[in-house]
T-cell receptor, first 115, second 114 residues
Framework: KAGVTQTPRYLIKTRGQQVTLSCSPI?????VSWYQQTPGQGLQFLFE???????NKGNFPGRFSGRQFSNSRSEMNVSTLELGDSALYLC??????????????FGPGTRLTVL | AQSVAQPEDQVNVAEGNPLTVKCTYS??????LFWYVQYPNRGLQFLLK??????LVKGSYGFEAEFNKSQTSFHLKKPSALVSDSALYFC????????????FGTGTRLQVFP
């Protein structure tokens, strides 16, 4: 099976712009989660989608949003970019057995740099 | 609230020696615990997980982890380190709120010297 794929791998944006990141989960996986990784804050949970519904949300401002499509692919959007949004954005997928021991598999990430 | 702690920012070990990367957790109830490894400019790779049962869990690349309920620990171990094991290691616990959210530790950088 193909793994989790994320596009694009690298992005450079300027402050005030918006950006959309894409994630395609492993085939058959219905749950997609997003995490932000920065040197200062480490790995922080953004949100989780299952069957096109947001099931959980982390403590991020409303500028961060996401959605999931019927084929389980997910996008996240960040509007009005700030310098502090520079980070590695990781997507993970699993079958979606909520709260169970199912393993999350991660994609390679999208490196966002905000200038 | 659930949490995970990795007390060491960096662990240095000589190639061929055993290695241990420490992790302690704080959860209510029975935890689901995970170890992931991250190589430079890459995502996280799953190593192993503890669900229930045998306290010694074996995973990928010769790694294993020991679950200790009384000490609330889940330390990652390998009998003989390789230079290629040098990477960033993360311990994580599944949030018990009925979702798939993982709560990560701060990470431990493992450096294996030839």
């Amino acid at each position: 099976k193909a793994g989790v794929t994320q596009t694009p791998r690298y992005l450079i944006k300027t402050r005030g712009q918006q950006v959309t990141l894409s994630c395609s989960p492993i085939s058959g996986h219905r749950s997609v989660s997003w995490y932000q990784q920065t040197p200062g804050q480490g790995l922080q949970f953004l949100f989780e989608y299952f069957s096109e519904t947001q099931r959980n949300k982390g403590n991020f401002p409303g500028r961060f949003s996401g959605r999931q499509f019927s084929n389980s692919r997910s996008e996240m959007n960040v509007s009005t970019l700030e310098l502090g949004d520079s980070a590695l954005y990781l997507c993970a997928s699993n079958t979606g057995d909520s709260g169970g021991p199912d393993t999350q598999y991660f994609g390679p990430g999208t490196r966002l740099t905000v200038l | 609230a659930q949490s995970v702690a990795q007390p060491e920012d960096q662990v240095n070990v000589a190639e061929g020696n055993p290695l241990t990367v420490k992790c302690t957790y704080s959860v209510s109830g029975n935890p689901y615990l995970f170890w992931y490894v991250q190589y430079p400019n890459r995502g996280l790779q799953f190593l192993l997980k503890y669900i229930t049962g045998d306290n010694l869990v074996k995973g990928s690349y010769g790694f294993e982890a020991e679950f200790n309920k009384s000490q609330t620990s889940f330390h990652l171990k390998k009998p003989s380190a390789l230079v290629s094991d040098s990477a960033l290691y993360f311990c994580a616990v599944r949030d018990m709120g009925g979702t798939d959210k993982l709560i990560f530790g701060t990470g431990t950088r493992l450096q294996v010297f030839p």
